[in-house]
């Protein structure tokens, strides 16, 4: 079993991987969350072109998305050159970007599972909670987000694992730079380019499997506990 | 005293009632369904909002159209049971009773948590999650948990319309109980006259969303 022992570099780009897509994941959730509370339950007239907007990641080619980045936050972007003025943040050829466009692509995955546990919470539990005193944060905070646990779970590690599988979109803003953006995939496919990658690129491949298989098995097994535990089981 | 004038343009038809109840015990709101009472309940809980009109409970106006106050439901110190109990399904019993509690300054209070669950006989329960409670047990809490909140006005919407007919009869001495226990409004809301009769003193018909009989006597 001698050929499953991963070199530095292949180490280096799981850690990576791994930093990126938790990155992605926590910069990401609060926002998800709010968009979802935006979706499922507020009505104003450009409503559509939001949700389309949130959606775009996941029907436009990831390497549309990494170039609109690039125009947009690159050093010189529209929102990148402000970021690095005022704020002296760079997000263009780091592993910010890498975050940016690994939260990016994964944001529409995570936007629907939490809508969708959303729009499952009975709205008459918050108007309960209401004449019971608390005002609509409160209600928010202790019956909403409770009740919308299973979808956050769930909407997190979909979003995780598709940030840890992210590739187009990052190689195309923030490059392939070993130890700096070179995550898994990247990785894996530098490795492809190469006439001795072979044994590492399975390596990275069957990594790659074991992840993301681990990851729907402790999402569907969370949200299940969840679940039982809301209707009393435990 | 409570007054309650309102006016409120629905879907089906135009909601425009107006009566008083007297500031203690129990008055029905009795009425086939679709009539338009726990819209009218619902105006008076803050959760759904006149077109106009005047809401008040001893003095204190919780909706005033002329005077442009819509108090939002957290101030208007008014309970409400819901016909489908509504309890909270990830929070302990324990924890669904004391959730509005919590929320009232201790001077003023004037419901113990001690004496509402020996009064509803809800003792054994507390430590148990509401999927786990039957019905009568989840409206019984239900009633707990507003009755906590040290209530003006408490509002109850067909508490028992979910219940058989045994279950009817085992929550039903309660909310008698509860009347006289709390000297406190009760506006019931019901489309069963024999509940009526057995709980309240006064009563207000309600038919397409007007009242047809200001008050009567039971």
């Known amino acids: 079993m001698g050929w499953l022992r991963m070199t530095p570099a292949e180490l280096a780009a799981l850690k990576l991987s791994l930093w990126v897509s938790a990155w992605a994941v926590a910069a990401s959730l609060p926002v998800g969350i709010f968009t979802a509370w935006v979706l499922a339950r507020t009505r104003f007239p450009g409503k559509p072109l939001l949700d389309g907007l949130v959606h775009l990641p996941l029907v436009l080619p990831p390497v549309v998305i990494g170039y609109l980045l690039l125009v947009l936050m690159g050093r010189h972007g529209l929102i990148g050159a402000l970021l690095d003025r005022y704020l002296g943040v760079v997000v263009a050829f780091n592993w910010k970007g890498a975050v940016l466009a690994a939260a990016v692509m994964a944001f529409p995955l995570m936007v629907r599972a939490v809508r969708l546990s959303l729009e499952a919470v009975d709205p008459g539990l918050e108007a309960a909670a209401r004449t019971l005193g608390a005002g609509p944060v409160r209600v928010f905070i202790t019956i909403t987000l409770p009740l919308m646990t299973p979808g956050i779970i769930t909407g997190a590690i979909l979003a995780f694992a598709r940030s840890l599988g992210e590739f187009g979109a990052t190689i195309t803003f923030v490059s392939n730079i070993p130890g700096q953006t070179q995550t898994l995939p990247l990785a894996l496919y530098a490795l492809t380019q190469v006439p001795e990658g072979e044994a590492g690129a399975a390596r990275l491949c069957l990594l790659s499997i074991v992840i993301a298989m681990a990851a729907l098995l402790v999402s569907e097994g969370l949200s299940r506990r969840f679940t039982r535990r809301l209707r009393g089981q435990r | ?218």
């Open chain 2, 1 to 218: 005293m409570i007054t309650v004038q309102v006016e409120k343009k629905l879907d089906a038809f135009m909601i425009q009632a107006g009566f008083q109840a007297p500031a203690k015990g129990v008055t029905a709101l009795f009425g086939p369904s679709g009539a338009g009472k726990t819209s009218i309940i619902n105006m008076v809980a803050g959760l759904l909002r006149p077109d106009g009109g005047l809401i008040q409970v001893n003095g204190r106006p919780l909706f005033d159209s002329q005077n442009g106050i819509d108090l939002p439901p957290e101030q208007r110190r008014v309970g409400y049971v819901f016909q489908d109990g509504r309890l909270f399904p990830h929070l302990s019993v324990r924890a669904n009773l004391a959730y509005g509690m919590r929320l009232v300054p201790k001077e003023r209070r004037y419901v113990e948590l001690e004496r509402v669950v020996a009064l509803l006989g809800i003792a054994h329960l507390l430590e148990r999650r509401p999927a786990t409670l039957s019905g009568g047990e989840k409206q019984r809490v239900a009633i707990g948990r507003a009755l906590l909140t040290s209530p003006s006005l408490l509002l109850m919407d067909e508490p028992l319309a979910s219940l058989d007919a045994l279950r009817k009869a085992e929550v039903l001495p309660f909310i008698r109980r509860l009347a006289d226990a709390f000297s406190l409004p009760i506006l019931y809301v019901s489309h069963d006259w024999e509940e009526i009769e057995a709980l309240a003193a006064n009563w207000v018909v309600v038919e397409a969303g007007r009242v047809v009989t200001p008050m009567g006597s039971v």
